[in-house]
């Protein structure tokens, strides 16, 4: 995930572009630039090459996304070094629908292709839970983030949360998905019973395989109670 837009969707990916500068200006910058894109979105991406780069240049790719190709402006956002690296935030400019359509096809792809990759290698649900101290938000990866609201029968919402999903990157759970829910208004999610999370998991993934968390009142993440869990497997 990049810094510049935590809303959008972006997804990892592993990318060689080459891109040619828009005005070379005063500063001594070659024609064109191989760099390595490593996330997207449909309106900004993150790059790292050895040059440093001023944060106004105007720098242009032709992307390669499966079977179609797209040419995208980029604008600096935010740059960071590590030792000889720099990596760019930047935002996409001047992308029509169309384009914006066909790169959040593919960010949407991939993020299918990652999720059926964790489901299948995840561990059977009885052999581990993961509690509030094997999470770390601030360490974990933000895989996605959802506004979350559920209806009754006559379309009246009763429950409405911000739905956070996180990647653990360290430790014992490594590579283990975890929901944290921030009540907005309405039901809590503890309060759920098992119509609830059947709606729910049309929005998010509801399995015995993905730990789901609440923020309660103490700012402490809690587990769901494991049996108003939907068991059902869902099909990819």
């Known amino acids: 995930m990049s810094k510049d837009n935590r809303d959008e969707i972006r997804m990892d990916v592993l990318l060689d572009a080459i891109g040619t500068f828009s005005s070379k200006g005063e500063e001594n910058l070659p ?5 390595k894109i490593v996330d997207l979105s449909s309106s900004g991406l993150r790059y790292v090459t ?71 290698e995840a561990l059977p649900y009885a052999e581990y839970i993961p509690l509030s101290h094997d999470i770390n938000p601030e360490l974990d990866k933000l895989f996605e983030k959802k506004y979350v609201a559920l209806s009754d029968a006559s379309g009246n919402e009763y429950s409405k949360h911000l739905v956070e999903t996180y990647l653990i990157k360290e430790g014992k759970f490594k590579g283990r998905l975890y929901h944290i829910f921030s009540l907005i208004n309405g039901k809590p999610v503890m309060n759920y019973d098992p119509y609830d999370y059947l709606n729910l998991s049309e929005y998010i993934d509801i399995t015995f395989r993905f730990t789901i968390f609440e923020i309660n009142d103490s700012v402490y993440p809690v587990p769901v109670n494991p049996d108003h869990r939907l068991l059902k497997i869902k099909d990819f």
């Not at 024609?31 to 760099?35: D, G, H, M, P, T």
């Open 31 to 35: 024609n064109k630039l191989k760099v």
């Open 50 to 120: 050895d040059l440093d780069i001023p944060k106004y240049i105007i720098l242009c790719f032709d992307l390669y996304l499966d079977d179609m190709s797209i040419n995208v402006k980029t604008q600096i956002i935010w740059k960071a070094q590590i030792q000889d690296e720099f990596t760019y935030g930047c935002r996409l400019l001047d992308l029509n629908s169309q384009e914006q359509q066909q790169i959040k096809r593919y960010v949407d792809k991939e993020q299918l292709r990652v999720r059926k990759m964790i489901y299948q």
